[in-house]
């Protein structure tokens, strides 16, 4: 029981995060991750470490962007003790700041959780692009405002 309760809470970490990503909350974004946490984008830069340093990167890659989704796909889970690892395919639409196009992209989270004080935390998220496709503008996007979102508890950012 203990070990689907985990995998449960591994599953909430990616959910809450592409929530986040979605409602651009750089805070919700960050705070899936333990105070010592990496992200990184092989082939684009060193690790980030640190949660305060994620947070940093994450407000100015939304800083970036007039208009980003992202869908979490398939998911898999194997927790050992304290210790977890995942993967999650994902795809994602987006929009530069000022640009003319679109670039849709499919990638790969591959993740390394650890249960922490404040529950279970990214330790290491890992992304790979593994294709991109820019799209033709089509003409001006139309933006609306983001809801009122009901209250969530018990996901991190939340």
Known sequence: MQNA???????????????AVNRR?????AAVFAADGIIEKPGH??????VEK?????????????FLCQMIHSGIVEVDGDRATARWWFSELK????????????????DEAKRTAEGWRFAR?????IMEQPLPGGGAMVAHALPAFLPLRGLPGD
């Open 45 to 50: 830069g060193d690790p980030v470490h640190g």
């Open 54 to 66: 994620i947070l940093k990167r994450y407000r100015r890659l939304q800083s970036e962007r007039d």
């Open 25 to 29: 909350d750089a805070e919700g974004m």
């Open 125 to 129: 998220r890992s992304q790979t692009t």
């Open 5 to 19: 309760q985990d995998e449960l809470a591994v599953r909430g970490l990616a959910a809450a995060y592409s929530d």
């Open 95 to 110: 929009k530069p700041v000022g640009g003319d196009g679109w670039l849709y992209m499919i990638g790969v989270y591959q």
